[in-house]
């Protein structure tokens, strides 16, 4: 992923920066982008969403998203993880996406 452009799905990480900033008056948004837009490259780079489809990538994003500004990020993506496996929804490979979030954690060493 080119250092200056983040490309769907990873751009809804710089979503979430801007409404943690907006949220936040004490986070600097420059600073939230650059975080997020880090973790993008992270996963990106490390393919931890790798060999999930369109929908279950997606799905995966949106709740890193949630689960990374959580208090305790580790737990909140680990905890993301059993609970895809007990209720997935409409995931199309919930084992897939489990994993996908506990390598998620690893890469970001949470």
Do not use: W
Request: aromatic share 4%; charged share 25%; hydrophobic share 50%.
């Amino acid at each position: 992923m080119p250092s200056d452009t983040v490309h769907p799905p990873f751009d809804q990480f710089l979503v979430t920066a801007e409404e943690v900033a907006r949220a936040r008056p004490e986070v600097d948004l420059e600073l939230a982008r650059e975080v997020f837009h880090e973790v993008a490259t992270m996963l990106y780079n490390g393919l931890a969403l790798d060999g999930l489809d369109d929908h279950d990538t997606a799905a995966a994003v949106a709740g890193l998203c949630v689960d990374l500004v959580a208090e305790d990020p580790g737990a909140a993506v680990r905890a993301r993880a059993e609970a895809t496996l007990e209720s997935p929804g409409d995931l199309h490979d919930p084992e897939a996406v489990s994993a996908a979030y506990l390598i998620s954690a690893a890469l970001l060493k949470l």
